[in-house]
C-alpha cells in the first residue's frame, strides 16, 4: 500500500525523543544544563546584562529546538543558530565547555550513555553555525 512506503521497516526503534524520557525529561536537562552555566565563570560574559525574560526565553527555544530535532512533536519558531549566534564570539574552548556541562546535565538525570552520546550529536550539529572564534 502506498502509504506505508515511508515506514523503514529495518530501523523499528522508537525517537531519542522518546528513549531519553519526552518532552518533560528535554525541558529539566535544558533548565539543568543553564543552570549549570549560569553558575560557571567561563559563561559570565554571556549572562551579563541579559534580562531574566530574554535568558527565559533562549531556554525554551533551546527546549523547542531540540524537542523537534530528537523526533518529537514540537515547532521550533525560533532564529537559526547562525544568526543567533552571530557576533558573541563563541569560542571552540566555550564551545567544549558547553559539551562538558551537557555532559553533566544528561548525568545529573541518569540519561544512559547510548542516548547521552544521540543528545550531545544533535547539540554537535549546530557546532559550526554556533562557534565563530578558533
Ligand atoms: C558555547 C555554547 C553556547 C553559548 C555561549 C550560547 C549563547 C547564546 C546566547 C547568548 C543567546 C542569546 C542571543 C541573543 O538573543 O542575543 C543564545 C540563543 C540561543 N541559543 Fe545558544 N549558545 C550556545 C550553544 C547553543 C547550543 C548548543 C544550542 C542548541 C543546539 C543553542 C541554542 C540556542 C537557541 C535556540 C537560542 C535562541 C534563538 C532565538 O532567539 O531565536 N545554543 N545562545
Redesign the pocket.
Known sequence: MMYLMNVDYHTSEAPVYDRIGGYDAIAAIIDELFALMRADSR?AR?GAGRSLD?RQ??QQ??VD??CSVSGGPCYYI??D?RT??AG?Q?TVS??DA?IELTQIALAKHSIGSREAVEFIAL?ER?KDE?VETT
Request: net charge positive.
Open positions: 559563561f554571556f530574554s526565553r533562549a527555544l533551546t529546538l531540540i525560533g532564529r543558530m543567533s549566534h558573541l563563541i566555550e564551545w558547553c547539540f549546530y554556533i
